[in-house]
């Protein structure tokens, strides 16, 4: 068997519909939406503000907290214990990671940037769509930062490449991998890596390339969203 | 060489990671970089172009404290050697004994009686360290505990627009609403009047902080108040 036809419709290389807004929380200094298919993540950031304990603290340059969590019943099968576990750790781990290499905080000293993801309702991918919406983020709570960060899924179902899964491909019978990847637009970097799978050299190369060519599709969005808010409307 | 492009205009809004110009003839100055051929935006902020020198004014963000500046801030803490004061910033600033007051306070007094926890103060940066350590005075003119009236918050990149040219604005809207109106450069904005006057000038600065990027704004605030008055 092989995979000739994507479950949901679209093209190998389409990626589901996107929905971007930014200012979504009046109380955040920075806060953005970001809805990819049917994963929705808001993200919400503080700061710079002053970190305690003071052994967190660092006296060159900011520091950047991330925190990622799924809400109770935002999964397809069973309640989501929301709170630190394992998997939420990491991935707050590495979302922090991913944002990082962009954000300048050398200016903030002992001072820290909070980013709190929340997903109201999942359908794979979150960590990437978490990233999109916390780089959004950032740049509406005023951060210098090199770029925005675009996050997207690449991988393989039975044998053919694909883009941005859903949760029916990742769980597909036969051989799957769901490579997430995020990447600077800019200097076509990655920041974020991983993978659930397996998949063969030629295939990892050629998936990551058409990921820096979605990513630039993912940024425009995210442009387009930020400068919606500050656009001067009716001068 | 290669020739140089301009991708922006005056007063567009920009992101960061937006590619603002190619070449070598531009200039990178403040909230953009240059990286290769291209100098790139690292904030959001609206574009300015002065000459060949590109930089941001931004629109969001926290205030960073700056040598020089008036201040409102608000007594969080009494130590030994004087006040720590929330600036509105990512910082706590020192207000130390000996710059707190033009008399002389000797050593065990009550710091409590020259200013209590909550207070909010006019006060001047006297300083900025490298670490963003902050000191304050209260030796200055006009410096003072801002007692009774009420205290708005706004984004601290609208103050300018607050305060308008030459203070305009604000005369205007003090003028027009009777109260009186102290505007720290950190965001924070002191009112006082009749408690139906400081609604309406509190209500005028919240438009002038939404709509501050209208042309013609003080006009527009003016009408603003004039209808709500009758």
Redesign the interface.
């Given at each position: 068997m092989s995979y000739k036809k994507r479950i949901d419709g679209r093209k190998f290389d389409e990626l589901r519909k996107i929905e971007a807004k930014v200012g979504v929380i009046p109380n955040a200094?920075?806060s953005a939406y970001f809805k990819i298919g049917d994963t929705e993540a808001y993200a919400c950031v503080y700061?710079?503000?002053?970190l305690y304990p003071k052994f967190l603290q660092n006296?060159t340059k900011g520091v950047l907290r991330c925190n990622y969590n799924m809400m109770p019943f935002s999964g397809s099968g069973d309640r989501v214990r929301p709170g630190p576990s394992r998997r939420s750790k990491e991935i707050s781990l590495v979302t922090e990671k991913a944002l990082l290499p962009?954000v300048?905080l050398d200016?903030?000293?002992?001072?820290v940037v909070d980013v709190f993801i929340e997903f109201p309702q999942t359908d794979a991918g979150s960590r990437c769509a978490g990233i999109c919406a916390a780089s959004m983020a950032l740049?509406?709570?005023?951060?210098?930062?090199?770029?925005?960060v675009a996050a997207v899924s690449v991988g393989k179902v039975d044998d053919a490449l694909v883009v941005d899964l859903n949760y029916n491909e990742e769980s597909f019978e036969g051989e799957v991998a769901d490579i997430p990847v995020a990447v600077?637009?800019?200097?076509g970097e990655f920041t974020l890596l991983q993978m659930d799978g397996i998949i063969d050299k030629d295939r990892l190369l050629k998936a990551l390339d058409t990921a820096k060519k979605v990513a630039e599709k993912i940024?425009k969005i995210?442009?387009e969203a930020?400068?919606n808010k500050?656009?001067?409307k009716?001068? | 060489m290669s020739e140089s492009k301009l991708n922006v205009s005056e007063?567009e809004?920009v992101?960061?990671?937006?590619?603002l110009a190619t070449g070598m003839s531009y200039l990178p100055s403040y909230?953009t970089?240059r990286?290769g051929q291209?100098i790139?935006a690292?904030?959001?902020?609206l574009m300015r172009i002065e000459g060949k020198v590109l930089k941001i004014i931004?629109?969001?963000?926290?205030y960073?404290p700056k040598r020089g500046d008036v201040i409102i801030g608000k007594v969080v803490d009494v130590n030994f050697s004087g006040w720590s004061v929330n600036t509105n910033s990512?910082?706590?600033a020192m207000l130390s004994i000996k710059d707190a007051s033009s008399d002389f306070i000797p050593k065990g007094a009550d710091l409590t009686r020259f200013f209590g926890i909550g207070d909010y103060i006019l006060t001047k940066i006297t300083n900025v360290t490298?670490?963003?350590l902050v000191d304050l005075t209260m030796k200055g003119p006009g410096l003072k505990k801002l007692v009774s009236g009420r205290i708005v918050k706004v984004n601290s990149?609208k103050v300018p627009r607050i305060i308008g040219k030459q203070g305009s604005m604000v005369s205007m809207i003090k003028n027009s609403t009777g109260c009186n109106i102290i505007v720290g450069q950190n965001g924070l904005i002191w009112v006082k009047g009749s408690p139906k006057d400081e609604i309406l000038a509190v209500k005028a600065i919240n438009k002038i902080e939404k709509e501050s990027?209208?042309?013609g704004l003080t006009e527009r605030i003016k009408k603003f108040i004039d209808t709500y008055k009758r």
């Open positions: 200094d920075g700061g710079p503000k002053h006296p962009v300048n200016d903030f000293p002992n001072a740049a509406d709570a005023g951060i210098v930062m090199k770029d925005l600077i637009p800019s200097t940024v995210q442009r930020l400068k500050f656009e001067i009716g001068a | 007063k809004i992101v960061p990671g937006e590619i909230g970089y990286q291209n790139l690292s904030r959001t902020g931004p629109v969001s963000g926290l960073l990512a910082y706590v490298s670490q963003n990149n990027h209208f042309s």
